[in-house]
């Protein structure tokens, strides 16, 4: 063989052993960084719930001031989350705060005059919508984990982890119990206006729908926000919802269509533990307070049969534009 040969071999080795060297460098970067993004969106709904929790507990000290120990465990927990400087300490904390958040939930099922409380209900409802985010962020967050330590353990990737220091992400393993968040949540928007939540459980699903931008003025898009997640080990959830915005007003996103009669409609389906965000956008017509209404649907597997069918209503507002200048 000749020197040119051999050289031209030697040179398209070192291109093939180049090209696959920064490839899975690459792609192991992309992974540790998808999974910091996610965990940033965990970190970001559990410090919402921790900024709204103190509020809450005001609230039900009012009418169960002797139940104490919770309300201890509560700041404790909040003031250990706030005080976390790594992820494990936060870990920690969030978990102490799940069981906590439970045992609060005990309280007021014990006291039924909170649920006549309009100041509690606005917060519980916000707190329920907050619980059900945590629930999609923190699965979709093991799904990132499971994916670079997968990376991390497949050869030949695992020669570069080890020679460059990736080193495998912990995952996110709640207490136990602490997956209970309350089943289907119709919650209120996150502009402030007054509203009584309506809330139905399940414990194979959890299907919310919240205002991201409510209040608006004409000509804007109403926005929403609906999720839903298949919490449990069955058969694919079938999920189908029917929305029937204020009459003159359309919705525009891509994922529904019209249904006749002013509805708009769109299915899809989850597979065990998946999990889907869809951005609904309304597009405005006429001022003035209105309400969103609409139904879900739900069933696993083809079993029609035992499809639950809950209805909905949502605020919105539609507000005058302000005059230039």
Do not use: C
Not at 46 to 52: F, M, N, P, V
Not at 81 to 103: C, P, S, V, Y
Not at 238 to 246: A, E, G, N, R, S
């Amino acid at each position: 063989m000749s020197m040119k040969t051999l050289l031209a071999v030697a040179f398209a080795f070192v291109l093939l052993f180049g090209g696959w060297f920064f490839v899975t460098y690459n792609g192991l970067v992309s992974a540790e960084e998808g999974v910091d993004a996610q965990w940033y969106q965990v970190e970001n709904q559990y410090q919402r719930r921790a900024d709204l929790i103190p509020n809450l507990v005001e609230t039900v000290k009012g009418i169960a001031a002797h139940e104490e120990q919770t309300f201890t465990e509560l700041a404790k927990y909040r003031i250990q989350w706030n005080a976390a400087t790594t992820q494990e300490e936060k870990i920690e904390a969030a978990k102490g705060l799940d069981t906590a958040r439970l045992k609060l939930q005990v309280i007021v099922e014990n006291y039924p005059q909170l649920k006549s409380n309009e100041n509690f209900l606005a917060l519980q409802a916000q707190l329920e919508g907050t619980e059900n985010r945590i629930a999609v962020e923190r699965m979709r967050y093991n799904e990132k984990v499971r994916d670079y330590n997968t990376q991390l353990k497949r050869m030949p990737s695992s020669i570069i982890a080890n020679m460059y220091g990736f080193r495998s992400k912990l995952y996110f393993e709640a207490e136990k119990g602490a997956e209970q968040v309350p089943g289907v949540k119709f919650g209120t928007p996150t502009t402030p206006i007054a509203t009584t939540p309506q809330t139905k459980t399940s414990s194979s699903a959890s299907v919310e729908l919240y205002g991201e931008k409510t209040d608006v003025e004409l000509g804007e898009d109403i926005i929403l926000k609906l999720s839903a997640v298949n919490l449990i080990t069955k058969p694919v959830m079938t999920v189908q919802i029917i929305l029937i915005p204020p009459s003159g007003m359309s919705v525009t996103s891509s994922d529904f269509v019209t249904a006749g009669a002013g509805q708009y409609t769109t299915t899809y389906k989850l597979e065990s533990g998946g999990a889907r965000d869809i951005e609904v956008r309304i597009k405005t017509s006429q001022m003035g307070d209105f309400n969103v209404k609409g139904r879900i649907v739900y069933y696993f597997g083809d079993d029609k049969l035992t499809a639950e069918d809950h209805t909905l209503e949502l605020p919105i507002k539609v507000r005058a534009k302000k005059p230039i200048g």
